[in-house]
């Protein structure tokens, strides 16, 4: 174990990851460096991701964002588990090595293709409000939206956990191993150490004065008071017993001592604001629901939808796509024209009218139809940018005076994507929201601040907000985990971190694995270019810069920036073929 902790942080010294979107730190390019003790598959999935080509295998397929993690999930499917196994243990070791995105203290949303059935479905592990929230929860004293981290660091923003959940009703769903086997590799690294990687080591340096604020966090990440560096052997304890006690019993994360922990952190936060219950934690239910699809390039996009954005979003850029011809590829500033513009529409609708459909009426099925898109399309047919977008008016039987939201969202979180060997498919996107989530850290773990991704304010001129707060609620998300199915059969499985850019992210993968033609690392390796609201952002030190004059002459406003994704593909057919993101630290394992 130690022989590979020492050569893995080397691999790693080099990776983009070290310094992550999250924090506004520009990559500077991958390196794997010198390594050795690996393995073999680790070595050949670091090398070829170096060289830019994806991973092939015929048997099973995992990526994640660490490889710690990735061999985690590798081992299990190795020993005869399916992706439900693979996934446990990729997010419980994720938990540990990658704290800062996502973990115990979080949420999550799952895409799964049962091979057996033949059934695709997906599995809400979304946080809830607590009972005791209002809407006025993100308002100061004199009703005006707090800052950012004024809201985020703290009890205020902590909403119910849902991985631990998700995470057991995965296992007894689609299991086959002990559960004491999945999560027996984070425990031993956590009680035996691991190296701490750069993109870790980046981060915490970045946000000392938040860790800071909470002494359990503090003595985690900055032991004796200075911020913990790349290569130093961490420990963690109290999160290896916290797993054995989930490994006893998984619902016991709910219960008891734990949940009595979770509590007393929350409410005696500085904010004085944290009104998380045991009942809160109690109730929590996991929930599935129908998948949304949306049809192009006669293959069938399927994701998360509400209380997730992501699949809405993302099918809605899409289907605004599908009747224009995009093979110029994607240097190409028509192409990108269209791609933007269709974004700035998807977000128009998305800003109007998403939220949590157990509490609000949402025209999902307007939203993506193909006549309503196929009109709405007709407003890319020009050659310049579009001077105004405003939300549609898709079909519904309800009334939609709704204004527009105000919620924020900054890049975190991380992506998993497991193909086993019987042929179902794991796409799941994994969060505790904003890096370091609350800053607040029980048993182990970090909790998280995902009540932020609420719209601060519930109303605008008197007309509600759809993602307002409420009781018990489910905050809108951007995650879009996504299965790609052609024929009834899947073909692309893939999803990304990067808060509301997510959408942007996963489309431009989708669309240049089937218009641009690009194997899996390929795509997703493109230099991003991504709108959202009108600014057309261009990732810096990229040949995506060399679009800024074409656009700019187009009518946009156009920002050379840090567009870090997680992105991670598995491309399914006569055999697998893999990619991780060359931005962070993620590799793929398969055979």
């Known amino acids: 174990m130690r022989v590979l902790l020492s050569a893995l942080s080397v691999v790693i010294a080099g990776a983009a990851g070290a310094q992550q979107a999250a924090d506004g730190v520009a990559p500077e390019g991958v390196g794997v460096g010198e390594f050795s003790g690996l393995g073999p598959r680790v070595e050949a999935a670091l090398a070829s991701k170096a060289e830019g080509a994806p991973v092939v295998a015929q048997d099973w397929m995992v990526a994640a964002a660490h490889p710690l993690a990735v061999q985690a999930g590798a081992d299990a499917l190795a020993a005869g588990g399916t992706a439900a196994d693979a996934l446990v243990a990729v997010q419980v070791t994720l938990g540990l090595v990658e704290p800062q995105s996502s973990g115990l203290g979080g949420g999550a949303f799952l895409v799964w293709y049962d091979a057996a059935s033949g059934a695709l479905t997906t599995l ?44 057991a009703e995965v296992h007894e769903r689609w299991g086959k191993l002990p559960f004491a086997d999945l999560t027996a590799p984070a425990i031993a690294l956590a009680e035996e150490g691991f190296a701490v990687s750069p993109r870790l080591a980046g981060l915490i340096a970045e946000d000392v004065e938040r860790l800071g604020r909470f002494q359990a966090t503090a003595d985690y990440f900055m032991p004796g008071g200075a911020p913990l560096e790349a290569g130093d052997r961490l420990t963690n304890a109290a999160y290896a017993q916290t797993l054995r006690m989930m490994t006893r019993d998984p619902a016991s994360f709910y219960t008891g001592d734990n949940a009595a922990a979770i509590v007393a952190a929350v409410g005696g936060a500085m904010d004085g604001a944290g009104l998380l219950s045991a009942v809160d934690l109690s109730i929590y239910d996991v929930r599935e629901r129908a998948p949304v699809c949306v049809t192009y390039r006669a293959h069938d996009v399927c994701g998360m939808g509400p209380p997730s954005s992501g699949a809405v979003a993302v099918g809605q850029i899409l289907g605004l796509l599908e009747g224009y011809d995009l093979s110029a590829g994607p240097q190409d500033a028509t192409v990108r024209r269209l791609m933007g513009d269709a974004a700035r529409l998807a977000f128009a609708d998305r800003g109007r009218y998403l939220a949590d459909t157990d509490y609000v009426p949402v025209p999902v099925k307007g939203l993506v139809d193909p006549d309503y898109l196929a009109a709405r399309a007709g407003q890319l047919a020009g050659e310049k940018a579009l001077d105004e977008v405003a939300p549609g008016a898709p079909e519904f039987d309800h009334a939609l005076n709704r204004a527009d939201d ?35 850290m029980v048993n182990g773990y970090l909790l998280n601040n995902e009540l932020t991704d609420f719209s601060f304010a519930s109303h605008e001129d008197g007309v509600p907000i759809a993602n307002r707060v409420e009781p018990g609620k489910r905050p809108r998300s951007s995650m879009a985990p996504t299965i790609v199915m052609k024929d009834g059969a899947p073909v692309l499985a893939l999803g990304s971190p990067g808060g509301s850019r997510i959408i942007g992210y996963v489309a431009e993968a989708i669309v240049a694995s089937l218009d641009w033609g690009m194997d899996p690392q390929q795509a997703v390796s493109v230099p991003h270019a991504v709108n959202r609201f009108g600014t057309y952002d261009l990732e810096e030190g990229t040949a995506a810069t060399e679009l800024s004059g074409p656009l700019a002459d187009m009518g946009y406003e156009v920002n050379a920036t840090a567009l870090t994704s997680g992105l991670h593909l598995i491309a399914i057919g006569d055999d697998l073929r893999g990619g991780a993101d060359p931005r962070r630290e993620g590799i793929v394992l398969g055979d």
């Open 124 to 167: 809400d592990g979304r946080e809830t409000a607590p009972l005791a929230a209002t809407p006025q929860r993100f308002l100061d004293a004199d009703g005006q939206p707090l800052k950012f981290y004024d809201a985020v660091v703290g009890g205020r923003s902590v909403g119910v956990p849902g991985t631990p959940a998700l995470l």
């Open 406 to 440: 105000r919620s924020i969202e900054l890049p975190s979180t991380s992506h998993i994507t497991i193909v086993d060997g019987a042929g179902n498919v794991a796409s799941m996107t994994t969060t505790i929201e904003n890096g370091f989530g609350s800053r607040i």
